[in-house]
Nanobody, 116 residues
Framework: QVQLQESGPGLVKPWQTLSLTCTVS??????????WNWIRQSPGKGLEWVGS???????YYSPSPKMRTSISRDTSKNHITLQLSAVTPEDTAVYYC????????WGQGTQVTVSS
């Protein structure tokens, strides 16, 4: 059974860099054709795609906040990391990691609040 677990700080100050990790168990992040995605949901809004990394390590980013987003991976730890720089209160959201063939596997989400 594939399980995803997000981890990271619950509170970040404005203009700092947010770093979240999605640890995958039950399968490898390098499994052919799998994608690993970061999705967020801000208060009162719908789900927003932030970015993805595919099984080969190629990354893809939403136009917003593309210039502030970086996704990396550690294959030895089987995890995907999202970094979002220069955060503002508008980046406050529940951040989800999902993956597989599309998003057939989901983490439970982690609340991130940007506040001084």
């Amino acid at each position: 059974q594939v399980q995803l677990q997000e981890s990271g700080p619950g509170l970040v100050k404005p203009w700092q860099t947010l770093s979240l990790t999605c640890t995958v168990s039950g399968d490898s992040i390098t499994t052919n054709y799998y994608f690993w995605n970061w999705i967020r949901q801000s208060p009162g809004k719908g789900l927003e795609w932030v970015g993805s990394m595919d099984y080969s390590g190629s990354s893809y980013y939403s136009p917003s906040p593309k210039m502030r987003t970086s996704i990396s991976r550690d294959t030895s730890k089987n995890h995907i990391t999202l970094q979002l720089s220069a955060v503002t209160p508008e980046d406050t959201a529940v951040y989800y990691c999902c993956g597989g063939l599309g998003c057939n596997y989901w983490g439970q989400g982690t609340q991130v609040t940007v506040s001084s």
